[in-house]
């Protein structure tokens, strides 16, 4: 089921205005004249659209708010333009929904109430430690309502984390619909994920490389892990180091964290030390011959 403000990009608590200005972006970004012969983009552009032709009415919107895209079947089904009390209109609803009861001639429908998707973004480090969200949005009387929701540590881009009863309101005494956030985590300037892995790149003195020693990298957690670097490691050597990746879901256990070292060479070396370093050169090219 399509959710029309996560088409255009905004909160369910979102001003008319701001309604209004995520359209405009939007269509201008999808418009078919900006887009000729994509089809992708055509379809896009109709569903901002249908999103906002919805949202930009407040009658249209709050039905959507209570009965979500459902909201054209109450409309067609006739709440307010049928005979309540016709067998017709009675069959009519016991074809869609599956449920009737009858009541000296009348009925009475219960409906469940539909799922409400919301998007969140998180940072990476966020993602590791687990976090929590604070959402709000509007009760059918168009009162605010916020929750806070926690999302478990080691979530990637693409899960979605369901609070049950949050969602929209049902019909007759049915049952709310669940919430779900749509989690995309944001990308890191240290760290690539992959899956449960993690790879960084850090700098080292090329005499740390020449002769061995340690460096410092700062993880996820906020901590700081040693690394050995044994004499003579090539540039662009990759350490596996077991267990230091993104905890899995709901688990004890890590993936693991790739490092991978990368050479930093002395800038604007004197006299003296030019002069060491071709004496260097020298022995190591004797070395080989």
């Known amino acids: 089921m399509k959710d029309y403000y996560q088409v255009l990009g905004v909160s369910r608590t979102a001003s008319d205005e701001e309604i209004k200005q995520a359209y405009r972006r939007l269509a201008r970004k999808y418009h078919p004249d900006v887009n000729p012969g994509d089809p992708k983009a055509e379809a896009r552009f109709k569903e901002i659209n249908e999103a906002y032709q919805v949202l930009s009415d407040k009658e249209q919107r709050a039905k959507y708010d209570r009965f979500g895209s459902d909201f054209r079947r109450y409309e067609q089904t006739g709440f307010g333009g049928f005979d309540y009390g016709s067998q017709d209109f009675a069959d009519l609803f016991e074809t869609l929904f599956g449920q009737r009861r009858t009541t000296g001639g009348g009925f009475n429908v219960r409906l469940d109430g539909q799922d409400v998707e919301q998007p969140v973004e998180l940072t990476l480090e966020e993602a590791y430690n687990g976090t929590q969200r604070t959402v709000q949005f509007s009760n059918p009387n168009g009162t605010p309502r916020t ?17 049950p009863g949050e969602g929209a309101p049902g019909l007759n005494g049915g049952r709310r619909g669940d919430l779900y956030l749509v989690v995309t985590v944001k990308p890191h300037e240290r760290f690539e994920r992959k899956g449960n892995d993690l790879h960084t790149t850090i700098p080292v003195s090329m005499y740390t490389l020449l002769l061995g020693g340690q460096t410092q990298i700062p993880l996820l957690s906020g901590k700081t892990l040693t690394l050995n670097i044994p004499p003579q490691t090539q540039n662009g050597r990759v350490f596996r180091i077991a267990g230091q990746g993104m905890p899995l879901m709901h688990s004890h256990q890590h993936g693991d964290l790739y490092v991978t070292v990368s050479a930093v060479l002395p800038t604007n070396l004197s006299p003296q030390a030019r002069k060491l ?11 080989r011959r």
């Open 147 to 163: 929750i806070t929701v926690k999302i478990p540590a080691g979530i990637d881009t693409g899960k979605r984390v369901r609070v």
């Open 277 to 287: 370093v071709e004496e260097l050169q020298q022995l190591t090219e004797g070395d």
